[in-house]
T-cell receptor
Framework: GAGVSQSPSNKVTEKGKDVELRCDPISGHTALYWYRQSLGQGLEFLIYFQGNSAPDKSGLPSDRFSAERTGGSVSTLTIQRTQQEDSAVYLC???????????????????FGAGTRLSVL | AQSVAQPEDQVNVAEGNPLTVKCTYSVSGNPYLFWYVQYPNRGLQFLLKYITGDNLVKGSYGFEAEFNKSQTSFHLKKPSALVSDSALYFCAVSPSNTGKLIFGQGTTLQVKP
């Protein structure tokens, strides 16, 4: 696609339920990132996938959060047993890896999707 | 600890006047610095970046930013503000190109006619 696509755009769930958020990166981008944007915490890094390397999970706030990336493309962020403090906008971004960017202009730039707004009631 | 600070929650300027949105950072190694803009209910849009080279970086929509190593700052500037520039601006750093971005808290820019 032309840009990073995230679905759903909005998700309302009940406390304790599991949710899955989807991210479809820009074609050709092998790096994929998840961030969370909330009023109290600002923009926080969650997890980073780069090709076939082990993901950098250092930003995941608890073991209720997990993410996978199948086939090196689409990624799913799963939140189990949701809590009210999980309410936030979840943003996905993708980029070329620095070593293989098609141009210096594209190098290191992360392109963001519109996000999924999660509301936990 | 690696961090980014945007000391102003909000910046107000009149249309046509110059604007500055401040950013300072603390990171080990060579920083990769970025500015992003977010319009309501939209994702983040890339404005400009500093990786290496000239300290003055020019980006989209007439914005520019100056990298100052001694002051560890990367302030965003524009010579003449437009009402349409009103948005939320984020400064970010990627420590030695580790991939992930560390963001500042964001600064709301309000440009009044």
């Amino acid at each position: 696609g032309a840009g990073v696509s995230q679905s759903p755009s909005n998700k309302v769930t009940e406390k304790g339920k599991d949710v899955e958020l989807r991210c479809d990166p820009i074609s050709g981008h092998t790096a994929l990132y998840w961030y969370r944007q909330s009023l109290g915490q600002g923009l926080e890094f969650l997890i980073y996938f780069q090709g076939n390397s082990a993901p950098d999970k250092s930003g995941l706030p608890s073991d209720r959060f997990s993410a996978e990336r199948t086939g090196g493309s689409v990624s799913t962020l799963t939140i189990q047993r949701t809590q009210q403090e999980d309410s936030a906008v979840y943003l996905c971004a993708s980029s070329y890896p620095a070593a293989s960017s098609p141009s210096s202009l594209a190098k290191n730039i992360q392109y963001f999707g519109a996000g999924t707004r999660l509301s936990v009631l | 600890a690696q961090s980014v600070a945007q000391p102003e929650d909000q910046v107000n300027v009149a249309e046509g006047n110059p604007l500055t949105v401040k950013c300072t950072y603390s990171v080990s190694g060579n920083p990769y610095l970025f500015w992003y803009v977010q319009y309501p209910n939209r994702g983040l849009q890339f404005l400009l970046k500093y990786i290496t080279g000239d300290n003055l970086v020019k980006g989209s929509y007439g914005f520019e930013a100056e990298f100052n190593k001694s002051q560890t700052s990367f302030h965003l500037k524009k010579p003449s503000a437009l009402v349409s520039d009103s948005a939320l601006y984020f400064c970010a750093v990627s420590p030695s190109n580790t991939g992930k971005l560390i963001f500042g808290q964001g600064t709301t820019l309000q440009v009044k006619p």
